[in-house]
């Protein structure tokens, strides 16, 4: 367990500018796009005749993330990761970011440099520019806003409204990590908060907690779909659980769906988490979230290009409206509505 | 004095896609640029062959703005238009923005109604369309980041750095006003807080409380500049105080600079409940901040262009660097060094 919030130099040694100063003077602008990044009052960018996509998110101590057992430069780089996800998912390609921060005078300098390692590590690998951002402080927990832009050519975007009946429905990777890794962190959390002094049990599970912890986003799967010479009718990312991200594209489309529970796979370390937790496996991954995989639809005719490729599974196909979003169960081959969850305000 | 949290319909009736859904149901888009709003994973933006300027601030309960008197109406007008403001400072024209809040489960659905309705009026002012965010809960406080992104030929981009010796040092309309609204707001709140029976006495300041609770951004002055047929050499937008932006345009720009007290403009309002206070108006234009004013500099053949504008007065002039950035006192005409202020992380 980490802690996060132990103090070295104080914020109000710098001041704002100086903090801005410590956290930015290292950037080295990479993308041709980037014209003017931080340092006025707008950063600069020049798309061309790109399409230009933006997104953005909230992350807030207490709600996202624990500080007892995330570290701040998975917390960083995860911060960048869940934004870039959803440009991916418009088989787009994300070159900035804006980073906005509001930390409590409690955490150090030295919290804050470990925080932007992780963001300056996702920048790196993801190839994005931090192109601006805010710091301010706040009276009680950290909070990280992240926006992410990137570009493409209109007719490689993909939106979450062209899925039609009969395409093949497709995810990448695996799911339910996410969700099982993050129930290893809490329960070795409270066993912690009872006795400081036990050693968590995290080992033979780096996989899920990797998954929770530090995400990648699919980066690989739009180059694929080019290299393929195909292109998805419609594609969300999973971040609030396979159900509700099925339930989003079907009602976008207009279109209903058949979800087969027996194509659905899951990493070893899931499956033995859950079985030592008790949870159905497909739970975590209808309902879980955090995955930021890819979930897509394909034309049928486009099943010979990715049968084999083990980034894809096909997991279901689409259907007339009328028939409605349905998990067909492995056993019995019973069609059950499939419900969604997603965030709830209350349990905040 | 509101009651922001007044209590009426909980957020956990609606769940986090019906909040989104009632929160943007009635977006109109309006720009040619916005080729996709709020409902897939990212907006897609078209600006062509433009360059396009991004600026992102973010707002926390009890640093930036006390509910206890801050009408939750005019806070979401408040937060658009601040980063308005930094669009505007690059001559640039906005465009788009996204909102994220983060809000505790005790706000009711029709006090982020409110806050929305303000989002929505500073969008339908100035021309921008919301086109994307995210909405979370928070274990305390109330808090919105806000990007915006905007666009402008790129001759017509003004960058901080470009001041040169013996250009004017100008400003828009009048200072200090927003930090003595805030001063009477907080001399109010503490009078209510000891007697929540006594009535605000807040008549005969409401410019300064306008330009304190509901500030606007200077989108007529880009248009002027066209109209005369000049631009600016910098720019820079005041949120932190006249004094701070000097620097960091004179430290862009490489120069120094003579600001003269007698040139600065301050509002009757401004005058009178400084003088009530016992404040310098002085103090409250070079550091009290938050006046959302341009301060410029223009080549001194363009004097004649801009002196009898009501709407620009010429505070000062550049110099070499080696002269250092000085005020020049009205009485005496001393010289005196500038000194940044800013946000100091300890203060909260």
Redesign the interface.
Known sequence: MTNATQSKT???E????G?IRRLTENIQLKNEST??GV???????????K??????????????FNLMYVPLRHLGYKAVTVNLS??Y??N?TPK?I?V????S?KMSIEALDELYEGIYLACERYGVDL????T??????L?I?V?A??EAE?ED?V???GAKDTDLLCVTGDLGGAYLGLQLLERENAVFKVNPKMVPQLEGYDYILERQLKPEARKDIPVLFKELGIKPTA???ISDGLS?EILHLCT?SDVGCRLYEDRLLYDNQTKKMAAELNINPLVAALNGGEDYELLFTLPISNLDAIRNNPDISVIGYITDKSEGVNLITAGMGQAIPLQ?Q???????
Chains 1, 2 share one sequence.
């Open positions: 104080e914020l109000s710098l001041g704002e500018f903090l014209i003017r340092g006025d009052d707008c950063a600069v960018l020049d798309f061309k005749q399409k230009v996509v933006v997104t953005t998110d909230l992350l807030t101590e207490g709600v996202h959803d440009v998912a418009m787009a900035q804006t906005s921060i509001a930390v005078s192109v601006g951002g805010d301010t402080s706040s009276l009680t927990g909070l806003s926006t832009i990137g209109e975007l939106y979450r409204n594609m969300i990312d509700s976008q969604a997603g965030w709830n305000p209350i349990k905040g």
